[in-house]
DNA sequence: CTGTTAGCGCGTTCAC
DNA sequence: GTGAACGCGCTAACAG
């Protein structure tokens, strides 16, 4: 291994003249400054990072934790991440929680003795608060992606999940639906529990009822059990069946009209879909599932570059919130009048 | 930040007695060592990798280097990479070259700085291998992923790129198509030229002309511009239009149907369409594409596990190639006979 | 402008 | 079983 050692040697100055090179120091003579950089490309020279984390107590190391980089959501959400850390000279360290608190504190803990100068995190659930204050108390800097968590003062980047919530079922509302279920993520993450408030607010507000027997959880991850819950539902007399479901992940959304297709029930004429957070259109064909298409990419990047912000103390002092709005794309899963008089009375 | 040293002097023990607990050296006293371990709990001590790679020349990360985690055989391989690497206690550097050598180099020297202790790489093209000399010039063992490097000794884990295109196209041949076309990405890639090479190879052996017309390379990335492929292949006279095309990757392959659709070709009664890798399901509707599929996640869990034996020196001297095979799933898009009598005399 | 000294946190080596 | 001294490669602080 080339050290600055060997650097300053062959070049007869000190260790410290190599160290003032490679760091741009401009208290060097232009010569020097030459003859050094010369042996330095010569010897294929490349600091040991280690070696200078040990001093700086720095590592130029940045963090991604996600709960699932199979999710194109957070696949896009790595992609603007890692552009933005290689942009800004940084690596990325990823990490995959699996929606799962152990995990995550493993992650953490793995970090933190890595070094990491800090962490972009969507928080496996509220009880994450404990994973993340262990960073706190390492003086390591963090950025809240996607899942906001309850007094915690923090830079975030979010989705507005009132707004888009609302669009999306108000959408159906229009469409004469008054019979909307919900197909949610797990209460304790932040998301699904805006998700579900926008939810209760907005049939309210439309004077709908809210009827518990269409509010249902399931997880974010691939495997929902989905089949169960909608099985359910189609188990409900007729005239109280949902005429709409909103699926609050893309998951869940694709997962909801795939089973009940599977049940012989029709989209949207039976029943109309709406999802929070789309999926890339590989296919050929049009996409279906009407849906609100979250910038993913810019989540990534973003909270990446608060966050280097943050580090490098180019930051206001006051934590800052980036709320993220969706692109509401109405497709066929909700392109349905629904026949009004098949309407039973309350 | 707490230190062994801080460890020490509340259990009255030396420095070096706390390191060799740490690092579950026998020769403790029970006594001793539940006391400091004790003390580590309670100041929630973790090891500063930063001072141990100093020394011991490790770091336990791992790095992958990948050319487009947009690219869902990439996202997949990244799982699985990460899954491995986190079960055997490393962590996992993510890179992003996108086809591209110098983001390649730059990445290479980044990661040999940070002191990488291997490398599972999907090389951008054959001129990688002078950055994968660069790590060799530094003993950081490596594997290669899905793209092979002639004359480089070393571990692999690849697909079966001459059966699968073989099977492949022996399926469009069956069919009773005369006239087929490959989409392929640069022949500077070793999964291109091997695929193109079977390609020549199964339509010599069945007999078939290799027509320069009907052989066309874009690239890898998802924004291929196969529009202007497609469209010179249509403007060809019908007698020598393929009635078949091979996309050699995935990207390729659901552009190409797009385009052939929006020029008003029906696929697959006017052009039957088959493609190397699949891509995952997320809509209700069945998949069209008769597609390869690969085992992704396994490329980067076996890559990782060769890697880690390597990095542990648990593996065999001798370079170890592992071959993937692909599941041929045949669909719509190429299930169509074709009308004999349309065929024009050559 | 350049060099010397000391120390970052830990593990290896060699004593006891 | 345990501890003291040294050095990993680098840079901050000071000296010249």
Redesign the interface.
């Known amino acids: 291994?080339v050290t600055i050692y060997d650097i300053a040697k062959k070049a007869n100055v000190s260790a410290m003249t190599v160290s003032r090179v490679i760091n741009k120091s401009d208290k060097i003579s232009v010569k020097t400054r030459e003859k050094v950089e010369a042996i330095i490309k010569e010897l294929?020279y490349?600091?040991?990072?280690?070696?200078r984390?040990?001093v700086s107590k720095k590592?130029?190391?940045l963090s991604l934790m996600i709960t699932d980089?199979?999710n194109?959501f957070f696949?896009?959400v790595?992609?603007g991440a890692?552009?933005k850390a290689?942009q800004m000279g940084y690596?990325?360290?990823?990490?995959?929680s699996d929606e799962n608190l152990e995990?995550e504190s493993k992650?953490i803990?793995?970090?933190?003795?890595?070094?990491t100068d800090g962490v972009l995190i969507a928080p496996a659930n509220d009880s994450s608060k404990k994973n993340i204050q262990?960073l706190t108390?390492?003086n390591i800097p963090f950025v809240l992606l996607d899942r906001h968590i309850k007094d915690l003062k923090c830079d975030q980047v979010l989705s507005d999940n009132e707004t888009t919530t609302r669009r999306l079922l108000e959408h159906l509302i229009k469409q004469g639906h008054k019979r909307i279920a919900i197909i949610n993520g797990p209460l304790d993450v932040a998301t699904a529990r805006e998700r579900h408030q926008a939810y209760c607010d907005t049939l309210t507000a439309h004077g709908l009822e809210i009827n518990s027997n269409l509010i249902h959880q399931s997880h974010f991850l691939q495997d929902s059990d989905i089949s169960k819950i909608i099985k359910k539902m189609l188990d409900l007399p007729e005239n109280e069946r949902p005429t709409a479901i909103f699926a609050t992940s893309?998951f869940i959304g694709?997962d909801t009209?795939?089973f009940l297709?599977k049940y012989n029930m029709k989209?949207p004429e039976d029943i109309a879909v709406v999802c929070y957070d789309g999926?890339?259109n590989?296919?050929?064909?049009e996409?279906?599932?009407t849906a609100a298409e979250q910038p993913s990419y810019h989540f990534g990047y973003m909270g990446m570059q608060m966050l280097i912000e943050r580090i490098e103390n180019t930051a206001p002092e006051m934590p800052r919130k980036i709320v993220l709005p969706a692109e509401i794309h109405i497709r066929k899963s909700s392109l349905h009048e629904i026949d009004k008089n098949n309407e039973a009375p309350r």
């Open positions: 291994m294929n490349l600091p040991n990072s280690s070696a984390s040990l590592t130029k190391i980089i199979a194109p696949t896009s790595a992609r890692e552009d290689m690596q990325l360290m990823l990490c995959n995990k992650y803990d793995m970090l933190i003795s890595a070094g262990t108390k390492y893309n694709v009209v795939k297709i989209v999926l890339p590989y296919t050929e064909s996409l279906f599932i």
